[in-house]
């Protein structure tokens, strides 16, 4: 069974503030993680995935393995970063779970002035 | 392209009624996801189709809800009767699923926001 939990349902920081989301997660297979950004008035939108390794928005997150985690960070946060932030979870390409993901229960991050 | 489609917007209906959620993926797109968002659990997902054909529904709620995709451009999502816990927002995606060109995103809609009183 995939699952992943979101244990902070609402998070507040001050502008260049450093700030993480966390993302914790269960899949007795090889996962691929992913974190999806809702903008107030926007669409669900994929925000970055882990296996690109990239770096959006400056936001990063790592994969780890060992914890099964995969926490989005953010060195110096901006008032636009506030948003809904949903971490999800794919079994990838393989399987009758083929395709799908399953997404936390998100996290509201807000970012003051 | 513009976007995933869905209709309506926003549904306000009485206990009991029949509630019936529409959405047109973006063409191209072999697959199509049903989601169900609430404060309480976040985004779940109900059902998703491969290339028009229901492969896990394991998220339905119950037998109120059924899904169909009859062709690679539409779907629906119908709950009947419906009940006041089923108040959300129900949100529709596509995404392009291909062996290794799979890539994880999904392309949302805007979302339905359903209020059962």
């Known amino acids: 069974a995939q699952r992943v939990t979101q244990p902070e349902k609402l998070l507040s920081v001050f502008k260049g503030a450093p700030v993480e989301l966390k993302c914790n997660y269960s899949?007795?297979?090889?996962?691929?993680l992913f974190w999806y950004v809702q903008y107030s008035r926007q669409r669900l939108q994929l925000l970055l995935r882990?296996?690109s390794r990239e770096s959006i928005k400056g936001f990063t997150a790592d994969l780890n393995k060992g914890e099964t985690s995969f926490h989005l960070k953010k060195p110096f946060a901006q008032e636009e970063d506030s948003a809904m932030y949903y971490c999800a979870l794919s079994g990838g390409t393989g399987g009758t779970s083929y395709g799908k993901l399953t997404f936390g229960q998100g996290t509201i991050l807000t970012v003051h002035p | 392209d513009a976007g995933v489609i869905q209709s309506p917007r926003h549904e306000v209906t009485e206990m009991g009624q029949e509630v019936t959620l529409r959405c047109k993926p973006i063409s191209g797109h072999n697959s199509l996801f049903w989601y169900r968002q609430t404060m309480m659990r976040g985004l779940e997902l109900l059902i998703y189709f491969n290339n028009n054909v229901p492969i896990d529904d394991s998220g339905m709620p119950e037998d109120r809800f059924s899904a169909k995709m009859p062709n690679a451009s539409f779907s629906t999502l119908k709950i009947q009767p419906s009940e006041p816990r089923d108040s959300a927002v129900y949100f529709c995606?596509?995404?392009?699923?291909?062996?290794?060109?799979?890539?994880?995103?999904?392309?949302f809609g805007e979302g339905s926001r359903l209020t059962v009183l």
């Open positions: 899949y007795s297979g090889s996962p691929e």
């Open positions: 882990h296996i």
């Open positions: 995606a596509s995404s392009f699923l291909r062996g290794a060109e799979y890539t994880g995103e999904l392309f």
